[in-house]
């Protein structure tokens, strides 16, 4: 086996999301690894930061504080105490790489259902096929076909604490297998657990007739993984979101809701031997270790934004802008997508376009969400304090 081959599929399959780095950067034919500029962070299973529902990527991929839904444990654990149905689910498909190839996927399955007045619990699983691969050895012999392939689990409680503020949290079980079955391998599978904690505020302002929500989560935290040995681990994707939403009720008919996230890796900055620090280390200490200094830590947030529009709440209409610095990634695309909903019954759409000249593995391709959420019996006037 080659394993200098290999090895750079592990890293090409554990980075394809971050706007396809293995090709050039700023359009100016630099392989990235050959960048002085380029500091991008990289962690294990980046999967974990893939935009799983087609409502929040029509949006930016926005959505710590936006209204929620059966994919709501995702952005803020918290968001679910708030859900107004009594139980439901959803399940999301996203096409990746689909100008390229047609055997890989992200597929989000998610439900919930809702204790009592207080509290709800929810389960998804998110699982992303990165296809079917052929390996060859030195001499260019097939060494046999394999399917690489991550999956996360996810178990999520949520409970209010006030009429207008609630805490949630959920647990993990990741496991990435990028190697097959496959042995005299320098690597194998990886296997790590990861907690998220959220919390959510939102409150009617009567006067204005709208509503304000507002919400932070720090998602993933857990060990550190390796693919090769214990003494050669990655971190894996925490991240620190925060963000508010405000929705607006224009008339009876129409209603506009306006959301705005920011984004952060809570790892250590890409710098030799950064990935050896402890793992609380290496998390708190990611607001103060980029080599450039506070700018530079100011780089390392991404921003989303976007704009969703319901009519008579039957349809939906929705544009987003994604922002990353150049230096950190450099991914920037402006998004849109569509919903439609029939009693309980929605289906949304969203489209990816990038606008830095450089591609992305979503570019041209239509996500799809299907949701279904069945009517609450809990009596609306039970008291959070019961």
Do not use: C
């Not at 935009?51 to 803020?76: F, L």
């Not at 996927?105 to 709800?120: A, E, M, N, P, W």
């Amino acid at each position: 086996m080659n394993k200098l081959r290999f090895l750079i599929f592990i890293s090409f399959g554990s980075s394809l999301f971050t706007s396809m780095h293995a090709q050039t950067t700023g359009g100016g034919g630099v392989i990235i690894g050959q960048d002085t500029n380029n500091k991008s962070i990289t962690t294990a299973v980046p999967f974990l930061g893939i935009t799983p529902d087609s409502r929040a990527a029509g949006m930016g991929d926005a959505g710590v504080a936006t209204a929620p839904d059966a994919n709501s444990a995702y952005w803020n654990a918290a968001k679910l105490a708030f859900v107004d149905k009594g139980y439901g689910g959803s399940l999301s498909y996203t096409p990746w790489l689909g100008k390229i190839i047609n055997d890989m996927r992200l597929v989000h399955l998610s439900g919930f259902y809702k204790i009592d007045r207080v509290q709800t619990v929810g389960a998804s699983m998110k699982y992303f096929d990165l296809g079917d691969i052929e390996l060859r050895d030195g001499a260019n012999i097939s060494q046999g076909r394999y399917n690489p392939r991550e999956v996360a689990i996810d178990f999520t409680y949520s409970r209010l604490l006030t009429d207008h503020f609630s805490i949630g949290g959920s647990l993990r079980y990741i496991y990435s297998n990028l190697t097959g079955s496959f042995t005299g391998l320098d690597a194998s599978s990886a296997h790590s657990v990861a907690v998220d904690i959220g919390v959510f505020y939102t409150k009617p302002l009567e006067s204005k007739n709208a509503t304000l929500s507002l919400g932070a989560s720090i998602n993933n935290i857990g060990a550190k993984i390796s693919y090769t040995n214990a003494n050669n681990p990655d971190f894996i994707p925490t991240n620190l979101r925060i963000g508010g939403a405000y929705k607006t009720e224009l008339n009876p008919l129409n209603s506009l809701t306006f959301a705005l996230d920011f984004n952060k890796l809570m790892v250590p900055s890409t710098v030799p031997g950064s990935r050896n620090k402890p793992l609380l280390e290496g998390i708190f200490g990611s607001f103060s270790d980029a080599p450039g200094g506070f700018a530079e830590e100011l780089s390392e947030f991404t921003i989303s934004t976007g704009v969703e529009y319901w009519y008579n709440n039957t349809f939906a209409g929705r544009l987003g802008y994604f922002y990353e610095d150049q230096y950190k990634g450099n991914r920037k695309y402006l998004t849109a997508g569509v919903g439609f909903k029939y009693d309980n019954f929605v289906i949304d759409m969203a489209y990816l376009v990038p606008t830095n000249k450089r591609e992305n593995a979503l570019a041209e391709t239509i996500r799809f969400t299907i949701m279904y959420m069945f009517p609450t019996k809990i009596k609306d006037e039970e008291s959070v304090t019961q």
